[in-house]
């Protein structure tokens, strides 16, 4: 079997660039995509593994996570991805965040980096504007 090119970031942005999704990328090289009910990031952790998280935009207070977690334990029974997940449950603003990550250490070619970023997207943001759609009192104005 031959060597599969490494993932970089260049690799992603290209990949997101064919797909026509604007992005912007921080001082830490972390990528940002911006949909309507969440924000996608993407980062590579050393050449082991590539996530991709995506951050609801809803206005979560306290209760509002409190009451959401049966529903969030209940969709990730049901799923394979993404994982989902309220952070900060105990602080004055708690993030609900769905997350997807892929091993790189062997590489990935551009078929298998064209499904995995496809499906990891697809799914993250998907399970965001599902729940968007179920809950939709706590998109209040961010959407």
């Not at 990550?101 to 990891?120: K, R």
Request: aromatic share 6%; proline share 3%; net charge negative.
């Amino acid at each position: 079997m031959s060597a599969q090119p490494q993932v970089n970031q260049e690799r992603v942005r290209t990949w997101l660039e064919n797909a026509g999704l604007e992005y912007t990328v921080d001082s830490a090289g972390i990528i940002s995509v911006n949909f309507a009910v969440c924000t996608v990031v993407i980062g590579l952790q050393h050449d082991n593994f590539i996530w991709v998280r995506a951050v609801w935009k809803a206005n979560l207070t306290r209760t509002d996570a409190a009451l959401l977690q049966t529903y969030v334990n209940e969709l990730n029974a049901k799923r394979f991805m993404p994982q989902l997940g309220i952070y900060g449950r105990n602080t004055d603003t708690p993030v609900l965040r769905a997350a997807v990550a892929g091993i790189i250490m062997e590489g990935m070619s551009d078929a298998q980096l064209d499904e995995f970023m496809d499906l990891a997207i697809a799914a993250t943001e998907g399970a965001l504007r599902e729940l968007s759609m179920e809950h939709p009192d706590l998109m209040g104005e961010s959407e």
